[in-house]
């Protein structure tokens, strides 16, 4: 592992995408192991803007397109990590990834393994995730389950314009391959860059305290478990707010030491439900904090469908109000009889 | 940096280049100078103990020692070839049907057979042999082969990355990616096709409509070179000529070989299913060893006590494997969990944990 940055100068207030830009800068100019590639990550300066003028900066041989095959961009990076450097690739949007599915799940996230950890392969593949930005098809994919059930993969997703920049540096300086989630809905929200890293680079953290219920979620869904939080408030429940920033290795300590104090969690994420990310954490939570659950771990997520065109995308994504809704059926009030299990569940039916 | 070359030089000649025949004659049709006696003497060796290694392999599955062995016998020419081609500094990416390439690259046969045998890492320190571990996936290598020719080359080093791959992988989309990224970025990679008619039991007209292999390279804008692949000398010319346009800066080359698999894909194969005994035979009359054996006769530079020496010295090797492989493999289960991240996490380590327990307890 190279040095982590501990500390940046005074960046003020940037867009998650100004955040991402600055991280790459900064990571280039501190090794020159670090190369950029991918579609359009040069003159166009990426189609999210995230790469705009490195290369003009840093050179076609640091920064460079690449031609259009993704299972090519993420094997010429094993190869060239084998070699020493460490490359930042871009996958342009979520589902064009998947030609890349062999390349990252039977070499990129085997090698360190194969050769009893010879071969190390510090890659950062950088993937726009998430929808609720009126794309069309393939282009809104939250691809997270995948890779996290993938072991050698770490897979992070940053909420938050100041963790954008602080995650990515931390996976450029990772010596394992790191799977780097954008949840491109929030590219463009502003805040302040810290100057020091929130956290370590795989801990969750605690967004906002409360005492009554543990909203858990990463990535795009952060602001809105916050406004859920606010919302929350007015109806008397507090509830407690965890970004998880890490997807794995997964950081059951935090999780868990608020799911035991307030006794209710409700995961949410955007991705189908089905075997999805948050049935993980649910049944861990389970294991781990069972004497303390007052209610069931509830989910809230996007439905067991392909991503929805942009009209009708806003009936998938979890909502404020979704979120409330599943808080409110966590038993606060033992008198209500929960319904059973729902009529048409039974997939012989 | 745009190379500009004239294309007309990319297509492959219509007959296969040779320089020693079927027969073991030297031909005169190709413009290329065969190999210095010494070189084609050391194919002869490489060859010889390389076979002798195959077969003991093949036995080792029989006896239990190896869990599967994809045998390379009747592609002798182009795993020595090869090898003998390339310089240290350069890199090899192998495929599972590489073994003979390797133990001739000086790799101990044992480490070459460890994931064959049945562990789950590939025996050898890449590093130490510049060799890639044997790729199981089809195609996937070639694509590490580029990418590790172009960081060299943007280190300024005149390292070559030579990339093995079968007729079937050239159907697979990962090879199209190698070829294509490797013309566009002008990386210094060789691509060695050795054609042996069959992707298991799939011939070669069911993968391609292409006329030869080799014509696929013109359409990616690189050389593509069509070869006897059975003729060990005129392997180790092209792709040493392969390699020099790498080092001059000339980007890559796509190299088919032709050549035949002798024996089953692998021992738990019945090629009797798909291809009969006549075509096999027909393509033992173009042995690569018996034709490199008879014209080193024929100019005087082998004879009878060199070759029993060489089949002596193949006779020790596969003895001191035998005896290597017979001995029970040491088996860590604990390691299991050592490298699948550099630093291994607390997960890891409390499921680390859970099996010492259980072994601990199984043991008293």
């Known amino acids: 592992m190279t040095a982590v940055a501990e500390k940046a100068e005074k960046l003020g207030d940037l867009t998650m995408a100004g955040a991402l830009n600055r991280a790459l800068a900064d990571e280039l100019r501190a090794d020159d192991r670090v190369l950029v590639y991918g579609e359009d990550v040069a003159a166009l300066g990426g189609v999210f803007r995230v790469t705009d003028g490195l290369a003009a900066e840093f050179g076609e041989r640091r920064v460079f397109d690449s031609p259009l095959a993704e299972s090519g961009i993420v094997g010429t990076a094993i190869g060239m990590a084998m070699h020493g450097l460490r490359p930042v690739v871009e996958m342009q949007f979520d589902a064009f990834a998947y030609p890349a599915f062999e390349q990252i799940t039977s070499h990129l996230a085997k090698l360190h393994n194969r050769t009893r950890g010879r071969i190390t392969l510090p890659v950062v593949i950088r993937i726009p995730y998430g929808g609720g930005i009126g794309g069309v098809e393939h282009h809104c994919d939250s691809s997270e389950a995948y890779w996290v059930s993938t072991p050698g993969l770490k897979v992070v997703a940053p909420g938050t314009a100041s963790d954008a920049y602080w995650l990515l540096r931390q996976a450029i300086a990772c010596d394992d391959p790191v799977i780097f989630l954008e949840p491109k809905r929030r590219y463009w929200a502003k805040e302040e860059i810290s100057a020091e890293p929130a956290a370590q680079f795989h801990q969750a953290l605690v967004r906002r305290a409360g005492d009554d219920v543990t909203l858990i979620g990463y990535g795009s869904m952060v602001p809105t478990l916050l406004e859920t939080a606010d919302a929350a408030a007015q109806d008397g429940i507090s509830a407690e707010v965890i970004d998880l920033r890490s997807l794995s290795p997964f950081d059951d300590q935090t999780v868990v030491a608020s799911v035991r104090r307030t006794g209710r969690a409700v995961v949410v994420h955007e991705a189908s439900g089905f075997a999805g990310f948050g049935a993980e954490i649910a049944a861990r939570l389970t294991e781990q904090c069972f004497h303390q659950l007052h209610a069931p771990i509830g989910r809230v997520t996007g439905f067991d469908i392909p991503y929805p065109p942009p009209m009708l995308e806003k009936h998938h994504l979890p909502s404020v109000d979704r979120i409330l809704d599943a808080v409110d059926r966590l038993q606060f009030d033992d008198t209500v009889v929960l319904p059973s299990t729902p009529a048409g569940t039974d997939p012989n039916a | ?364």
């Open chain 2, 1 to 364: 940096m745009t190379v500009v070359t004239p294309s007309a030089g990319f297509l492959p000649t219509t007959a296969p280049r040779c320089l020693i025949d079927a027969d073991g004659h030297a031909t005169s049709a190709d413009p290329a100078r065969l190999p210095d006696r010494e070189v084609l003497l050391e194919l002869f060796r490489l060859m010889s103990v390389g076979r002798r290694f195959d077969t003991q392999a093949t036995a080792l599955t029989k006896q239990g020692r190896l869990a599967v062995y994809p045998s390379a016998r009747g592609q002798e020419a182009c795993q020595v070839g090869v090898v003998t081609a390339m310089a240290q500094r350069d890199w090899l990416f192998p495929t599972y049907r590489d073994s003979m390439a390797l133990v001739s690259r000086g790799i101990n046969p044992v480490e070459v057979l460890t994931l064959l045998r049945g562990d789950w890492h590939c025996g050898y320190d890449p590093y130490l042999h510049r060799t890639g571990p044997q790729c199981t996936p089809l195609a996937t290598n070639t694509l590490h082969a580029v990418g590790l020719a172009h960081a060299a080359r943007l280190a300024g080093e005149d390292t070559v990355a030579v990339v093995l791959l079968g007729d079937g992988a050239t159907s697979e989309g990962d090879t199209h990616e190698a070829l294509n990224i490797a013309a566009v970025w002008q990386a210094p990679v060789v691509f060695l096709v050795q054609n042996n008619g069959y992707a298991i039991s799939v011939p070669l007209a069911k993968q391609t409509r292409a006329e030869t292999l080799a014509h696929k390279g013109i359409g990616y804008g690189m050389p593509g070179v069509l070869i006897d692949g059975n003729d060990a000398a005129m392997v180790h010319v092209a792709v040493t000529e392969a390699i020099e346009r790498g080092r001059r800066g000339e980007g890559p080359t796509l190299i088919e070989a032709l050549t035949y698999r002798i024996e089953a894909h692998t021992n738990a194969d019945d090629a009797s299913r798909y291809r009969d005994d006549a075509e096999v035979t027909s393509w033992l009359a173009r042995d690569p060893l018996s034709r490199l054996q008879t014209y080193l006769q024929d100019q005087g530079l082998l004879d009878e006590a060199g070759i029993a020496a060489i089949a002596d010295e193949g006779e020790t090797r596969a003895a001191r494997l035998r005896a290597a492989m017979n001995a029970d493999p040491v088996t860590d289960p604990a390691e299991l969990f050592a490298n699948i991240y550099t630093e291994p996490t607390a997960a890891l380590r409390s499921q680390a944990a859970e099996l010492a327990e259980e072994l601990a307890a199984e043991a008293s």
